[in-house]
Nanobody
Framework: QVRLMASGGSSVQTGGSLRLSCTAS????????VGWFRQAPGKEREREAV??????????YYSDSAKGRFTISQDNAKNTVYLRMNSLKPDDTAVYYC??????????????????????WGQGTQVTVSS
């Protein structure tokens, strides 16, 4: 059974940084697609794709809001994918989730992340950015 756990969220000031972790058990993240998503406060808000990585080494995908500030990376030995978030602002406040699905290349992975076409989701971690 695939289990994902997102962790590392906390409360920070505007301009601060956090590193979120997504650790998998019962599943190998290597050579797969892993994405980060978020949902801002308010139950009416839809989840937003933030970033994705094809862990076969081909590359990464970022949303416009994440580009230039966030970095997604992997540690195969730890079976973990990270999301380093710099220059945080209040609009980044959300519950952040990681999810994964099989993919053969970066293009397929990016498509899945953009369209939420990922099968396995972890529990979220709260990020709060104060002004």
């Amino acid at each position: 059974q695939v289990r994902l756990m997102a962790s590392g969220g906390s409360s920070v000031q505007t301009g601060g940084s956090l590193r979120l972790s997504c650790t998998a058990s019962g599943y190998t993240l290597t050579n797969n697609c892993v994405g980060w998503f978020r949902q801002a406060p308010g139950k009416e808000r839809e989840r937003e794709a933030v970033a994705g990585i094809y862990t076969g080494g081909e590359g990464t995908y970022y949303s416009d809001s994440a580009k230039g500030r966030f970095t997604i990376s992997q540690d195969n030995a730890k079976n973990t994918v990270y999301l380093r978030m710099n220059s945080l602002k209040p609009d980044d406040t959300a519950v952040y989730y990681c999810a994964t699905e099989a993919a053969a290349n970066l293009k397929s992975c990016a498509d899945r992340v953009r369209t939420f076409g990922v099968r396995f989701w972890g529990q979220g971690t709260q990020v709060t950015v104060s002004s």
